[in-house]
């Protein structure tokens, strides 16, 4: 059955408060929110600080298992588990990168990585964990290697963005880097082999259907084929590349731009993140969250994506960061200015 033909409402599960200042991400702990193992996600803050929130598998409330503070002296802007979820990076407005391990319940900060100038702005792990990439206001995007011991290395900055550098993601199977900027691009990075060196291998601009203005997130489906973006010129865009012919050792294969998706933002759009089942969230300076599908329909002229469902005044104010669980239910979570995370399930009506 569509997701479109079935009768569907996103309800508030829980409202998590602690952050004394807005919460700005999230992430999930991918090894968490599947079997036995009860869900965990981070949030982080303007309050300097980082919270670690678990679901208690009894009562099924969520609660703030720890504060990981004292480590930043600037707003924390954007956290990242490792694969394993043994790690959990932090990237702060204080010019640092802070890594945590989970010992037994307890995080300990293992290492702290610097060298951007200023704000660092979002930080990424590859597939495997082996590599970090960070990006920050300084323009530059870093990339790390974790080694042995939890010692990081910078292997290399790449320079090529004009502006403020708003997010990195890596491709969630390849190592291919990708960075959204203030300069209304994004550019996408790749090493041919292990001993090249990174260059960015292609830029998505206006001139090839790009954004017209600040590309604050992006997103990827589950099989990697796909890329959606989002900007402050209040469009969502569609991105498809032939994965397949990556995968096989051969050449890098382009993203073209499929489909753009306008009218149903009217104030910025600074998160979109895309679940595994296929469903776009977005979180807008609108307060609302808003939900859309691929739609089977019409398929004469490639894909077209539908509204399924609007969340107005999710929150109190701008929406900041959604993210769908890793986990095995339809979980999403949503963090706002208004300092208040918020739990929603996809829930069928009866």
Known sequence: MELLDSNLELKEVQKLEGHTDRVWSLAWNP????????????????????RIWEQNPSTRSWDCKAVLEETHTRTVRSCAWSPTGKLLATASFDATTAIWENVGGDYECVSTLEGHENEVKSVSWNASGSLLATCGRDKTV?????????????????????????MVQWHPTLDILFSCSYDNTIKVWWAEDTDSDWSCVQ?????????SSTVWALSFNAEGDKMVTCSDDLTL????ADITRMQSGDDYAP????????????????????????????????????????????????????????????????????????????LLASASDDGTIKIWELATLP
């Open 142 to 166: 870093w990339i790390w290697e974790v080694m042995p011991g939890n010692e990081f290395e910078c292997i290399q900055v790449l320079q090529g963005h004009s502006q403020d550098v708003k």
């Open 237 to 240: 865009k569609i991105w498809e």
């Open 31 to 50: 090894a968490t929110g599947v079997g036995e193992v009860p869900p965990v996600f981070a949030s982080c803050s303007g309050d300097k600080t980082v």
């Open 255 to 330: 993203w073209n731009h499929t489909c753009t998706l306008s009218g149903y933002h009217d104030r910025t759009i600074f998160s979109v993140h895309w679940s595994r089942e296929g469903i776009i969230a977005s979180g807008a300076a609108d307060d609302a969250v808003r939900l859309f599908v691929e739609s089977k329909h019409g398929l004469m002229n490639g894909a077209s994506y539908q509204l399924l469902l609007k969340k107005e005044k999710a929150h109190d104010m701008d929406v900041n960061s959604v993210q769908w669980s890793t986990g095995d239910k339809r």
């Open 203 to 211: 830029t998505l601009g206006e001139s090839n259907n790009g954004h």
